[in-house]
């Protein structure tokens, strides 16, 4: 490799605030179009935006999550452009004072990298444009404004990252704490949680950035991935060819999987910033500051930490059942109940995912409750049910919603252990083979293995083999 990648991302997160971010009008996601809108989203003349307190302790809850510097004053500007999605002619953010700056996320890709946070600001949402989605509609656009004016941070990262793979670790790694956080829902989908790539490339070993490209409209992380993957290559071949990147906003179209130029990128003193009249700066008390970083709840990477030194379990366990608060919580309770985290695991993990998946269930609505899962993994363990019995209790249990042992009793599924019973099974086996008696007595060790066999074939696969193994030894060799 003759070029070495850089990449920053700008994300966009949606507060879960109820009301918008200067007035009263609700957030809610989905409604008619323009039923929440009032004066002062719309932008009529002579209204006054109020700031929402919670938007303001939200971004300060995700600036203490990623190690931000809080200031105490920041102040909201006019960012000045027309879209017909924004019917102010400008947008509120902040810009040369904003809420938070300076911190950091550790990523673990290839054994941990930190990732440096430039600052995160607070801003409002435009609206959004519809343009034909009826067929009746093929020839007009439509405006819905309810999305206009709702909260959002944009966080935005140090040039730090050096591959796809960076870059979508550290956006995955934010959606997490967002989600933890609870102050945006994290949905790549509907838009509430949104990133622009920006890349460039340079000759390995150069001091100097190269020209970057931001990418935008990229709504899921494989999505991230593939854009970026393909204007990385992009640019190697421009440049190996003797042209230049411009810089530029390019649009990832997932269908065809390629970037393509939108508009020359503008320049920050193209949008006459300036400090918004109708708002004081935002002053923010470290008594306010410190009572929010008290009430962070654990995060996704402490999470995972003390998973596996308190369980002892692999870290990629730890991290599979940290992806998100209501898993973790349903394998705590599954452990606190068997005192097995290991096992546990590889049933929360293993099967609960996999049959979640199957039928895109959250854990929220698992039919399974911890408590059964639980009485599964000592079934096992007392020798009840053998391990490949276990897995088809487990289906059973999680179509019907029973536990266990009503399961088990219903199938007539329960493992044989009790002695008398076998015994008499394998004296019905031996007797009913005399030339391999014989031929095991003679020497043919390997015979064993037929005798375990045909007493497994007996109970149709429910003697617990543990016990077969032992009272075959005592009758076929006395010992
Ligand atoms: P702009 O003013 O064009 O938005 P910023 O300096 O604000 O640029 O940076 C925006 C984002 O782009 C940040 O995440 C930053 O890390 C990233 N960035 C800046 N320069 C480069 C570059 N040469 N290559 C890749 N990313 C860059
Ligand atoms: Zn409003
Ligand atoms: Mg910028």
Not at 243 to 258: I, N, P
Request: with cysteine; net charge negative.
């Amino acid at each position: 490799m003759k070029y070495e990648v850089v990449i920053g991302l700008e994300v966009h997160a949606q507060l879960l605030t109820e009301s918008k971010l200067f007035c009263g009008c609700s957030t809610k996601f989905g409604s008619e179009p323009n039923t929440q809108v009032c004066q002062v989203c719309l932008g009529m003349p002579g209204v006054l935006p109020v700031l929402n307190k919670k938007a303001v302790e939200f971004a300060i809850k995700m600036a203490l999550a990623v190690n931000c510097r809080v200031n105490n004053k920041s102040v909201f500007a006019r960012k000045n452009y027309f879209y017909p999605d924004l019917p102010k002619g400008y947008q509120i953010s902040q810009y040369n004072e904003p809420l938070a700056e300076l911190g950091y996320l550790d990523i673990d890709t290839n054994g941990g990298k930190r990732i440096g946070i430039t600052r995160i600001h607070m801003e409002e949402d435009a609206g959004k444009l519809l343009h034909g989605e009826r067929p009746e509609d093929v020839n007009y656009s439509f405006v819905d404004l309810n999305r206009t004016g709702v909260p959002l941070i944009e966080i935005v990262s140090e040039p730090d990252m050096r591959s796809s793979d960076e870059a979508q670790a550290y956006l995955k790694a934010l959606r997490d704490i967002v989600v933890y956080l609870e102050i945006c829902s994290g949905n790549m989908e509907e838009g509430s949680f949104r990133c622009d790539a920006n890349v460039s490339i340079r000759p390995v070993g150069a001091e100097k950035l190269g020209t970057k490209a931001e990418l935008k409209n990229m709504n899921s992380f494989k999505y991230v991935k593939e854009a970026i993957e393909y204007e990385i290559e992009r640019q190697i071949d421009l440049v190996e060819s003797g042209g230049k990147v411009l810089q530029e906003t390019r649009l990832f179209d997932a269908s065809k999987g390629v970037t393509a130029s939108m508009r020359s990128k503008e320049e920050a003193h193209d949008y006459r910033y300036f400090p918004e009249p109708d708002l004081l700066p935002l002053l923010v008390e470290d008594a306010l500051v410190e009572k929010l970083r008290g009430e962070l709840p654990e995060l996704p990477q402490q999470k995972r930490d003390r998973f596996i030194k308190e369980y002892g379990i692999p870290p990629y366990d730890a991290g599979v059942l940290t992806s998100s608060k209501e898993l973790a919580h349903y394998y705590e309770a599954v452990v606190r109940a068997t005192n097995e985290p290991k096992v546990s695991s590889n049933w929360v993990m293993g099967e609960l995912l996999r049959l979640l998946k199957e039928d895109s269930r959250d854990v929220k609505d698992c039919p399974v409750k911890p408590d059964s899962i639980a009485s599964l993994i000592q079934m096992v363990k007392g020798g009840e049910i053998s391990g490949k019995m276990a897995k088809e209790v487990f289906e059973e249990m999680y179509k019907t919603g029973k536990g266990p042992k009503e399961v088990v009793q219903s199938k007539g599924m329960a493992q044989i252990s009790n002695e008398d019973e076998l015994s008499k099974i394998i004296d019905n086996v031996i007797s009913g083979n005399p030339e391999n008696l014989a031929r095991y007595k003679a020497g043919r060790v390997q015979l064993f293995g037929f005798f375990v066999g045909e007493t497994m074939k007996a109970t149709k696969g429910q003697a617990n083999p543990q016990v077969i193994n032992k009272l075959l030894k005592e009758k076929l060799d006395g010992k």
